[in-house]
């Protein structure tokens, strides 16, 4: 159906490459409810993807399927060229997919170091033996982990907090250490449930210049699910539009602000 | 690429101070910065080796004789690195203040016509870029961290990282002409240019030459016997004379490490990791620490309190007095010993204070409480007077005279003298050359014989020969019954409480004085959560009743204790009222520096003002505030205004 070679050129000139993941008709049911309903769109190498739509109209469903964590009803699941069957947690993290959370998932007592650090377990090589007794390759490979965790600090400026136990930081910069675990991991697609949640007006403009540099500078591809509007308009390529589990939408910001079905989804509309 | 050695008598530019120093000193380390949580090191001959090929990337990018480079950035070695190099190609390294928003650094880079810009990292590209079509003589602007930076036009910008490599690439190409500008400079040629911070009037350019600052280094290597082992950590504004006399100038004459932060905030980690041997820091940097100190003791458990009370008292008693030499008793000596064991060693450990010999304060005046706190504590903290136009010293304090009331006695090679006015005058081999593009300003300030007008009014105490600073010379004035009026003088008995962050104090020309006063979030805040007062923002906390209550008892004492002086009993602050903002640089009612801009905040705030004096007990009012990124917005608030306790004057006949 879609040509994997071909991409687009975005408002601001970067290239976005061929399809990473595809999903074909997702229909998603939690027995007599149906959560989402055939629903298909696609996911370019390099892109900003935005997914909105009001409360319940299945966002965050439809993340748990990217993710692999939902298992669609039915419908197919395409990465990277191949069909994906089910999956346990730690082969999707394999597959190079991580993602934060809309209520945030950190280990409140480990330092930010730490919890960032295990962002990238799935990356480590040397067995539990060897690792216990620091022993053979398991401290030059802890450096060499830790050089790329220092990296992201770097990134995301987070160097005065690094030694600091989670628990102890405020709500947006808990975020941005979800975002740094996250990014940790190397991942392929990035997947953010609501970044910008609950932050003040100066948060979020952090946190949107992060996106746009990760991107920018890792080329991540990143999937995001957003309340605020000026936020999604500002910062994606494409924006799927959802509204009680049907796509209502699917484009670039521009002309998904323009279109009649999303007006009506967001204002309402009158009925006579 | 070893040039010919300089000696010690023809080390006359910063370059040649460079070439000597990986002569002696090569394998030693000249700079340091933590990255990525790591402290790197170069040693001054890795130092000299990027600096030479950073000013060869210079030459390929065409950088002439003469010209401006403007560097904007935090304290990074790279920046250091970009000043020398400047010099190297006989440009003028200007260093600006990082936090200055667009329009003001148009107006610096303007002036000085700078051709090249150096900056820290997207946010200074951002502003320069912003004013670079009010500004023509722009012709290059490299960044130091390439961070969302590949979006931008690269037709005349570069990272200064693919400069470097340039300059290295090229490296037979401009060998030889960068050799023969380097010995091209002397002790006349421009070491730096430096902008006034500006507390009245637009920014002046300091031009100082290298026997400014050379002679400068030299003289107070020599006055604290500074040598190649000490470590300091660089984290005021470059664009700050201090930072660079102490880590270029000093640093470059005596050899010694420059030590560069991770980022601003990381500044009191990378302070006790270092453990500097010699350190400077405006009092606010000293008082922060201690209301951070005390704050955390407040929470410490019972027995902690008890044996920090108990050893801190005996510190103040013994320590200054252990500190200077004098004979203290056996007994004393021993319980300061343990003292030191169980309290003040650990503590100067949390406060990287432990390796210091030498720390400077200045800028503004020191609590005593706070200066006698950190003494008391073994730590040999001095304070200095000084400004751009003199290279920094003009006064300081010996080893061993050490009072928080004066500044000290002339540092060596430097004349002071007392105009009529009382205004202080000074001459020495550090004072500038000229404000540049600005004859009127520098005729005005120098006279034909060199000497310069300071601005400050003060006088030589009796006895001890040590200067002692009043207020600035133009802010002391008369009231209405001809009564003498020093507001720096009570603001700053004021400040000396940990609530108090700034005051105003109005009164020349009226009957009575009042004052505006600002406070410390930090500590207001802790008292605020110990004494179970809520509060939702600074505005409300600012307004709450109890705080006022506090804020008044401070004032009452400040007016008791000025009542005593029999020349400033006129100043006792009649009533005043908590602003419900800081003031802030952004907003024009301070410098970069932090000094409070008195005719702004008195312009501003008019209506405030007017109702000190009218006996109204509130006023509604709006104000502007400046955001960082450059928008604004107005806050909106109904202020209290609180009447203080005035002592009775002591009228001697001080006439």
């Known amino acids: 159906m879609n040509d994997m070679s071909d991409g687009y050129i975005t408002a601001d000139g970067r290239q976005i490459g061929g399809v990473l993941m595809e999903l074909k008709n997702i229909t998603l049911k939690f027995g007599g409810v149906t959560a989402i309903s055939d629903i298909s769109f696609d996911i370019r190498q390099g892109e900003i993807r935005a997914i909105i739509g009001p409360n319940g109209a299945g966002k965050s469903s439809m993340l748990n399927v990217i993710s692999g964590f939902y298992i669609p009803t039915e419908g197919e699941v395409w990465f990277k060229g191949y069909k994906r069957g089910p999956m346990r947690p730690y082969e999707i993290a394999g597959l190079g997919i991580a993602r934060t959370f809309q209520n945030i998932a950190l280990f409140d007592g480990m330092s930010v170091l730490d919890n960032i650090m295990t962002g990238r377990l799935t990356l480590m090589k040397s067995g539990l033996l060897s690792q216990a007794m620091w022993w053979g390759g398991a401290s030059k490979e802890e450096d060499a982990h830790r050089e790329k965790v220092e990296k992201i600090i770097d990134f995301l400026e987070i160097q005065p907090i690094r030694k600091t136990p989670v628990g102890r930081l405020p709500y947006g910069l808990k975020k941005r250490v979800e975002l740094a675990r996250a990014l940790a991991a190397e991942p392929k697609i990035l997947l953010l449930d609501e970044p910008m949640a609950g932050m003040n007006v100066e948060e979020k403009e952090d946190m949107c210049r992060f996106i746009l540099d990760v991107n920018d500078e890792f080329g991540t591809t990143t999937v995001l699910i957003e309340h605020d509007m000026g936020v999604v308009m500002d910062l994606s390529d494409r924006v799927v539009v959802m509204d009680y589990g049907r796509k209502i939408g699917d484009g670039p910001p521009d002309e998904v602000r323009n279109n009649q079905d999303v007006i009506d989804a967001y204002l309402g509309v009158a009925h006579d | ?383 200095l007077y000084g400004q751009t136009e003199a290279s920094v010293f003009i006064t300081q304090q010996p080893d061993g005279e050490v009072r928080s009331d004066t500044v000290g006695v002339p540092s060596p090679g430097v004349e002071v003298k007392i105009a009529d006015n009382g205004e202080v005058f000074y001459r020495s081999p550090g004072t500038f050359v000229e404000y540049y593009n600005n004859p009127e300003s520098t005729a005005s300030t120098k006279d034909p014989e060199g000497w310069v007008a300071t601005g400050d009014a003060g006088f030589f105490e009796e006895g001890s020969g040590h200067l002692r600073i009043i207020d600035r010379a133009k802010d002391v004035g008369k009231m209405a019954d001809g009564r003498l009026f020093a507001p720096k003088y009570v603001e700053n008995k004021l400040k000396f409480y940990p609530n108090i962050l700034e005051a105003v104090v109005f009164g020349a020309g009226k009957d009575r004085c009042t004052a505006f006063i600002n406070i410390d979030l930090n500590a207001v805040g802790n008292w605020a959560e110990r004494n179970n007062i809520a509060y939702a923002s600074y505005q409300e906390l600012a307004g709450h009743p109890k705080v006022y209550e506090m804020i008044k008892s401070h004032v009452n004492e400040v007016n008791a204790s000025v009542a005593l002086d029999p020349m400033l009993s006129g100043c006792q602050i009649h009533r005043f009222l908590i602003l419900h903002k800081e003031l802030d640089a952004d907003d024009g009612e301070m410098t970069r520096t932090r000094k409070v801009r008195r005719n702004i905040v008195a312009e501003k705030f008019a209506d405030l003002i007017e109702a000190l004096y009218d006996g109204r007990t509130s006023i509604y009012t709006e104000t502007e505030v400046t955001y960082e990124d450059g928008r604004k917005g107005a806050i909106k608030a109904t202020l209290n205004i609180a009447d203080a306790e005035v002592a009775p004057e002591q009228r001697m006949a001080a006439e």
């Not at chain 2, 090569?26 to 990027?50: L, M, N, V």
């Not at chain 2, 082992?229 to 006399?245: H, K, Q, R, S, T």
């Not at chain 2, 000293?286 to 704050?295: A, K």
């Open chain 2, 1 to 383: 690429m070893a040039d010919a050695v300089a000696a010690e008598g023809s080390a006359h530019s910063i370059p040649a101070l460079l070439a000597r120093n990986v002569q002696r000193y090569g394998g030693y380390p000249a700079y340091r910065e933590k990255e990525f949580g790591i402290w790197q090191s170069w040693t001054w001959a890795q130092a000299s080796e990027e600096i030479r090929a950073m000013a060869m990337g210079f030459l390929s990018l065409g950088v002439e004789r003469g010209d401006h480079i403007a560097i904007i950035g935090r304290n990074r070695p790279a920046h250091y690195w970009a000043m020398v190099a400047a010099q190297m190609c006989g440009a003028v390294p200007v260093p600006l203040y990082q936090d200055a928003v667009a329009e003001e650094m148009a107006y610096v880079l303007g002036h000085c016509g700078a051709r090249f810009v150096v900056c820290g990292d997207q946010e200074q590209v951002d502003k320069v870029v912003e004013v670079e079509d009010q500004i023509h003589s722009i012709k290059h602007v490299m960044y130091t961290d390439k961070r969302g930076m590949r979006k931008y036009d690269h037709t005349r910008m570069n990272a200064l990282e693919d400069v470097v490599s340039e300059g290295r690439a090229g490296h037979y190409r401009y060998e030889e002409e960068l050799n023969h500008r380097i010995a091209e400079l002397n002790y006349d040629s421009t070491c730096v240019m430096l902008y006034t911070s500006g507390t009245t009037g637009k920014p002046k350019g300091v031009v100082l030459s290298n026997r400014n600052i050379i002679e400068t280094a030299k003289n107070s290597c020599a006055f604290d016997k500074l040598t190649r082992n000490e470590e300091v950590l660089a984290y005021l504004p470059m664009a700050w004379v201090g930072d660079f006399i102490f880590s270029v100038g000093q640093a470059y004459w005596a050899g010694f490490t420059v030590n560069c932060p991770e980022n601003a905030s990381t500044m009191m980690t990378d302070l006790r990791e270092i453990g500097p041997t010699y350190f400077f820091a405006p009092p606010r940097v000293f008082e922060g620490q201690l209301t951070n100190v005390m704050i955390r003791m407040e929470d410490a458990g019972k027995f902690k309190k008890w044996l920090f009370d108990r050893y801190m008292a005996l510190a103040r008693k013994v320590g200054p007095a252990i500190l200077d030499g004098k004979p203290v008793s056996g007994a004393d000596r021993l319980g300061y010993a343990l003292g030191n064991l169980f309290i003040y060693g650990p503590l100067k450990n949390t406060l990287g204070f432990t390796n210091i010999r030498v720390g400077y304060t200045a800028g503004e005046a020191i609590g005593p409480e706070i200066f006698d706190f950190y003494r008391s504590l073994g730590i040999n903290l001095k304070q």
